[in-house]
């Protein structure tokens, strides 16, 4: 079975400044996606980045980018830049190389708040 | 089209009765998803909906609870005899075939007291 673990509940970060949440996974699968999604307070989650695990480079979204380490199945997400309405939980989630469901597992999430 | 809409967004119900939430996908998104967010954790998977057939369902999903979606359209879930336990965020979410990235609802808050 696959799992997904956020080891940062809570991070805060200076408008402006860059801020890193960690994610690792496990898994024993070769083919499979990873995402991040943002949940703002009260408000839908939308996805912010994602990435192919048979891509060796890694993705970048605007001010978002991941450091994603296949062999340490690690996948991390940098903010650069941060701004207040980035303030929000953020999950990390993995699918299976999608063959009918294409259902996510998610992490616990971290919360971030960014600090005017 | 204005996304994933779920009603209500705040249920309140004694232990025992009870309850039904309706989610409204993106219109043409065949797929349909509900989730099960509690607090301090991520959304766990319930149920997935192709158009109108229900293709897998979670062994969180107790016989209690029961989802249609009827003509491939909306869904419902139904939670029957509800308990404090199922106290939880409930996120429907709505896919396009090939599509990897679905669209959530803002979710419906059920408080069972």
């Known amino acids: 079975a696959q799992t997904v673990t956020q080891s940062q509940p809570e991070m805060s970060v200076q408008e402006a400044e860059t801020v890193t949440l960690s994610c690792t996974y496990d898994?024993?699968?070769?083919?499979?996606?990873l995402f991040w999604y943002k949940q703002p307070p009260s408000r839908q989650m939308i996805l912010v980045i994602r990435?192919?695990?048979?891509?060796?480079q890694n993705a970048t979204e605007n001010r978002f980018s991941v450091n994603f380490q296949k062999a340490a199945k690690s996948f991390s997400l940098k903010i650069s830049d941060s701004q207040l309405g980035d303030t929000a939980m953020y999950f990390c989630?993995?699918?299976?190389?999608?063959?009918?469901?294409?259902?996510?597992?998610f992490g616990t999430g971290t919360r971030l708040k960014v600090l005017a | 089209d204005t996304g994933v809409s779920q009603n209500p967004r705040h249920k309140i119900t004694k232990r025992g009765q009870n309850v039904t939430f309706r989610c409204d996908p993106i219109?043409?998104?065949?797929?349909l998803y509900w989730y099960r967010q509690t607090l301090g954790q991520g959304p766990e998977f319930l149920t997935y909906?192709?158009?109108?057939?229900?293709?897998?369902k979670s062994r969180l999903l107790s016989d209690r609870f029961s989802a249609e979606r009827p003509k491939g359209s909306f869904s419902t879930l139904e939670i029957q005899r509800t308990e404090q336990g199922d106290s939880a965020m409930y996120l429907c979410?709505?896919?396009?075939?090939?599509?990897?990235?679905?669209?959530f609802g803002q979710g419906t808050r059920l408080t069972v007291v």
């Open positions: 979410a709505s896919s396009a075939d090939g599509n990897l990235e679905a669209f």
């Open positions: 898994t024993s699968e070769n083919n499979y996606y």
């Open positions: 219109s043409e998104h065949n797929r």
């Open positions: 989630a993995f699918m299976k190389n999608p063959s009918g469901t294409y259902k996510y597992i």
């Open positions: 909906f192709q158009n109108e057939a229900q293709l897998e």
């Open positions: 990435q192919e695990a048979y891509k060796q």
